[in-house]
């Protein structure tokens, strides 16, 4: 997030371009000189993430996959509906749904399974779960 003109950040940022990587910076305080490395970057064509919706937002084709309509969802359970109510198109840790659903450890599970059988949710990396 933050690293001056010439820093080992850029280093790796070289690298990851060098694979064909997707490069993104998030801008800082102008008078900061720990904000040129971003800046620059940007400058350079990195995409500019200001929340993480912009890099969802970016990643939609792979996180979509033909999904449902909000009128065309199979029939849902009353455990799923309510994950699906908690869950937005940010990605939601598991931790935040149990507490937002009051569910059970296994029954939360096992209903986030099923509806990523759907392909109504995507698991994502670090028990995360986001809409599709």
């Given at each position: ?52 919706e912009d890099i969802m937002e970016e990643y939609s084709l ?26 937005g198109y940010s990605p939601c840790h598991f931790d935040q749904l149990l507490k937002d659903t009051q569910l059970d450890t ?27």
């Amino acid at each position: 997030v933050e690293a001056k003109t010439r820093s080992g950040a850029l280093i790796t940022v070289d690298y990851a371009l060098e694979q064909g990587k997707d490069v993104f910076a998030v801008p800082g305080p102008i008078n900061s000189r720990n904000s040129e490395g971003p800046h620059n970057l940007i400058k350079q064509g990195a995409k500019l993430i200001t929340c993480s919706e912009d890099i969802m937002e970016e990643y939609s084709l792979i996180f979509k996959k033909p999904g449902y309509e909000v009128n065309n969802l199979p029939m849902l359970n009353d455990q799923e509906s309510l994950i699906i109510n908690c869950i937005g198109y940010s990605p939601c840790h598991f931790d935040q749904l149990l507490k937002d659903t009051q569910l059970d450890t296994g029954v939360l599970s096992t209903a986030l399974l099923q509806l990523e059988f759907e392909g109504i949710v995507k698991s994502l990396p670090g028990n995360y779960y986001v809409k599709v």
